[in-house]
């Protein structure tokens, strides 16, 4: 049967039907939907994780139980996980154990730009790299086999184009289970004390020289001779980009991203006039292939870009060939920024925080775009849980005494979960003081709305069609008293959409400088929480701005510079009604 599938709807259709058993691992884009969609088959387990390194810690221990177990995340994900990636890399695997990382070239959505092959490369595990819909599906169920075949982790390598571009895939409607492989305890395997790590390491010396002999004959890597003159070493996405800008040109198409098979591509290269690299976003396979010995030619008309995603028309200009006209973007357009929606719970919070001119420590998550005009009121965003951490290091480095300024962290529910616990842990742990706050939307917004230990609402669930705002089946966190008991004496709660409540707690605890103060804000995300009330009414606008100020998208300007209110906008969060300091914006009958 086909069907039309995006990349990772393809990789979950292709695990489901390998047998895989287990699926785990933490929603980060361009990954997320594969767990989401593998969870729909009642026959396979899968669960969101804390982080992805406690996922991949998960799909180790079912793996090593003989389990089929597959982990998903990422590219920045696997920096959290590389930990026990680089002992698994070396004890080995007794069900196969794959994990997807999602790379994001252009940065569409995350906070940096990086190539996960470099991680196959230094833990020394095999990574297959699919260039479409049909080959992802294939991919992981190859990635299965390869696991086991070799005892060792692989690696499946997707970018954003892949993921969520749909093609045809020729699907299965019934699952081959190989089934649970015997479990027997093997210490010197397992434990990897120095001993036992040491003869591991010697282990995983033969299993990489049998996987570049491997590499040497698999179909997974093609070469496609269609003359002597040009010659293209690629792999993924980047390779339909050069079928389509260069269709006369010779590729070596690397199915396998390590090891890479060096007899293969030194026959390649001897075989063509000039052999060049495409790839995207990094010099991977640039280092890797010129380590070989195997010299590369430049493009005739100059480099490719290095950062960024490629496209045909970027590969077409390399290569000096023409591409067909186009019509031109519109110009003077206005601009959009980037906004928090109609009614976000975080919204009051970072005015408040602008408004004292707070130097805020942010973090991963919707509320990121409290950095974006007019709110102005994030200052750092760096990774996962740094917030917290950050903020303890601005109080050591006295910049409120410095500057006259408050020190906040700011960090959302998900994230606090995720690695924020052991941030703060640190703070309490060393004494610091300070002012920290948790966004509590009830959800793992940006990402999709998905389940977190601090809602309790695990995947099943979600992908069931549960609400967050209902009772969940599992154990939800208490964020205030996580906090008191990892010892911070000073810990609130309060309704983030209640401005008064708002300043008065933020207030409190910037002036509390010399002890750590800890505020749980909770409302629900606007995507969870639909519910609509009464749109307010302006009366009399004196045209002070503040209710401008708050970025919100459903308020906006009239040519005189008094505000209006776009009714298919607003939810009635009573926002600007709060904020206006003259009463111009109220409800009817208030």
């Not at 793992?444 to 549960?466: D, F, I, K, S």
């Not at 804000?521 to 002070?544: G, M, N, Y």
């Amino acid at each position: 049967m086909k069907e039309l599938l995006s990349g990772n709807e393809a990789i979950a259709q292709g695990a489901w039907e390998c047998g895989v058993e287990i699926g785990v691992g933490y929603p980060g884009t361009p990954s997320t939907e594969t767990l989401e969609n593998l969870s729909k088959h009642d026959v396979v387990y899968c669960e969101w994780a804390p982080n992805e390194k406690v996922a991949l810690e998960v799909a180790i221990g079912s793996a090593m139980g003989g389990a089929r177990s597959l982990v998903t995340m990422k590219h920045v994900g696997v920096n959290v996980a590389a930990d026990p990636l680089m002992s698994v890399c070396n004890a080995g695997v007794n069900g196969g154990l794959v994990l997807l990382c999602a790379d994001d070239p252009s940065i569409f959505s995350s906070q940096n730009e990086q190539d996960s092959r470099n991680y196959a490369a230094f833990a020394r595990v095999p990574m297959l790299e699919p260039a479409d819909s049909s080959e992802a599906h294939e991919f992981i169920q190859r990635a299965f086999d390869i696991s086991e075949q070799f005892d060792t982790p692989a690696m499946l390598r997707e970018s954003m184009r892949i993921a969520h571009t749909k093609t045809l895939v020729e699907t299965c409607d019934t699952a081959n289970k190989p089934g649970l492989k015997p479990f027997e305890p093997t210490p010197s395997k397992y434990v990897m004390v120095p001993a036992n790590a040491r003869a591991r390491r010697l282990a995983a010396d033969e299993r990489t020289d049998q996987l570049i002999e491997f590499a040497e004959t698999t179909d997974l890597n093609r070469v496609e001779m269609r003359g002597n003159e040009i010659g293209i070493i690629c792999s993924g996405a980047c390779y339909q980009h050069v079928r389509e800008a260069l269709p006369d040109a010779s590729t070596f198409k690397l199915g396998m991203s390590w090891p890479l098979p060096p007899k293969k591509l030194a026959e390649f290269a001897a075989a063509v006039d000039h052999v060049y690299v495409v790839e995207e976003a990094c010099d991977y396979f640039a280092v890797h292939v010129s380590a070989l010995g195997i010299k590369l030619d430049v493009p005739p008309c100059g480099s490719l870009p290095q950062a960024g995603e490629l496209t045909p028309a970027l590969v077409k200009a390399a290569f000096g060939v023409e591409a067909p006209a186009h019509v031109a973007p519109a110009e003077n357009l206005p601009i959009r920024f980037p906004s928090l929606c109609a009614g976000c719970p975080h919204r009051l919070v970072f005015t408040t925080l602008r408004d004292m001119h707070a130097v805020v420590t942010g973090d991963i998550g919707c509320y990121t775009l409290g950095a974006s005009a007019p709110l102005n009121a994030v200052h750092s965003t760096i990774d996962m849980g740094a917030s917290l951490s950050m903020a303890h290091g601005m109080e050591l480095a006295k910049v409120p005494e410095r500057t006259g300024h408050p020190v906040v962290g700011v960090i959302g529910d998900s994230t606090f979960a995720h690695s924020g616990i052991t941030s703060l842990l640190g703070t309490v742990y060393n004494g610091g003081a300070g002012t920290l706050c948790v966004l509590d939307n009830r959800t793992t917004a940006m990402t999709g709305c998905q389940g977190n230990p601090c809602n309790g609402v695990t995947l099943t669930e979600q992908v069931r069609g549960m609400n967050p705002l209902d009772v969940p089946a599992g154990k939800p966190l208490n964020i205030e008293n996580l906090c008191r008991a990892l010892g911070v004496e000073d810990v609130v709660s309060v309704n983030s959409q209640d401005l008064k409540a708002v300043r008065k707690a933020l207030k409190d605890a910037v002036k509390a400088s010399d002890r750590l103060f800890v505020i749980v804000f909770h409302s629900p995300c606007r995507l969870i929480d639909r519910h609509r009330e009464q749109v307010p009414t302006i009366t009399d606008c004196r045209a002070c701005g503040r209710c401008i100020n708050l970025g919100c998208p459903a308020i906006g300007k009239d040519e005189d510079g008094r505000a209006v209110i776009d009714e298919t906008q607003c939810i009635g969060c009573d926002q600007c009604v709060q904020t206006c300091p003259f009463g111009c914006i109220a409800k009817d009958g208030e």
